[in-house]
């Protein structure tokens, strides 16, 4: 009886395993996009009431995929 248990424990481990190894090897193919920036933080010196002021963030995208920029916040 306990090498049936032992069979069985061993035969999923190894289908665990086999996919893991077949998932875990489809990133390669994959065409995601990559973000690339030089800096994620931009402290703006202390201004007058009334004048505006602007930055520009250079965002590159290093990846095979179209980059969809969703969900930017201020801190």
Known sequence: MQ????ITTTV????????AAAV???????KTPSVV???????FRPILDGI???HT?????????VLEIQNV???
Do not use: H, M, V
């Open 12 to 19: 999923l481990i190894a289908a665990f395993l086999l996919t």
């Open 3 to 6: 090498w049936k248990k032992g």
């Open 52 to 54: 505006e002021i602007q």
């Open 24 to 30: 875990g090897g489809q990133g390669a193919d994959d």
């Open 73 to 75: 916040r201020t801190d």
């Open 57 to 65: 963030f250079a965002i590159q995208n290093k990846g095979a995929a």
């Open 37 to 43: 920036l030089r800096s994620d933080k931009f402290q």
